[in-house]
């Protein structure tokens, strides 16, 4: 379970990034995070993640209070961030090994996971290539394989779907569905409405630093009878 309480972040000291924010993220569930450009969804994920500290405010994760015991909370999640280009000078599977080692995978889980995940998100073909030579598709695939390697209680994920190719996209689409079978939580920002509407059990749409809405999709579409998707949107965040 994660749990934001209260939550406020100041880059100025003067206007809230993020304002009062409470989110609860329950185990099984895939869940959007859903706002316009600087609504405040990175600043919360960082946070979320402990790359931010907030000004006010406890986040935990599986009851860990990532402030007081920040090694033992992350070891409980898988960060994508929205920019893939880190440790570009590796190659991938040296990179995937350094990530396994960091969190202590024994030799027979890593080789099994990053054989299935590189497949399954077909990147096994590069693992020898250095990473700067990736696409910008190809760095996300490894990003995302490599906060798989542990095989995180939650996985965190800023965009994951830019610069996937279709086939990529799907594989990881439905790998999502697979982690919240296994009761397992993904949490990750999109902008694309329609992919939250397929593939989450709830959405938090957040602009200027507040929740706007938190719950279904569906049950918020039946607030807004006559109104498209977007329409819905534009008029939640206006």
């Known amino acids: 379970m994660i749990e934001l309480k209260n939550i406020n972040k100041s880059y100025d000291g003067k206007k809230n990034a993020v304002d009062e924010l409470n989110i609860t993220i329950e185990p099984g569930q895939i869940v959007g995070f859903i706002g316009p450009n600087g609504a405040g969804k990175t600043t919360t994920l960082r946070m979320l993640t402990g790359l931010l500290t907030p000004d006010s405010g406890s986040v935990t994760i599986n009851g860990i209070d990532i402030a007081t015991n920040p090694i033992k909370a992350k070891q409980q999640f898988g960060f994508v961030s929205d920019d893939p280009n880190a440790f570009l000078k590796l190659k991938g599977l040296e990179y995937l090994n350094f990530i396994a080692d960091i969190y202590g995978v024994n030799s027979e889980d890593r080789l099994e996971r990053i054989q299935r995940y590189t497949k399954l998100l077909d990147i096994d073909h590069a693992l020898n290539n250095k990473i700067n030579s990736y696409s910008h598709g190809m760095r996300q695939k490894i990003m995302v394989i490599a906060q798989l390697i542990h095989n995180p209680n939650l996985l965190i994920l800023d965009e994951p779907l830019t610069g996937l190719d279709p086939q990529s996209s ?63 949107f534009l008029e939640v965040t206006k």
């Open 170 to 232: 799907f594989a990881l689409k439905e790998l999502m569905k697979d982690r919240a079978k296994d009761n397992k939580s993904v949490f990750f920002s999109t902008h694309v409405l329609e992919v939250a509407e397929k593939l989450c059990d709830q959405i938090i749409i957040i602009n200027h630093g507040k929740v706007l809405y938190t719950g279904t999709l569906s049950n918020l579409k039946s607030q807004y009878n006559d109104l498209s998707l977007e329409e819905i």
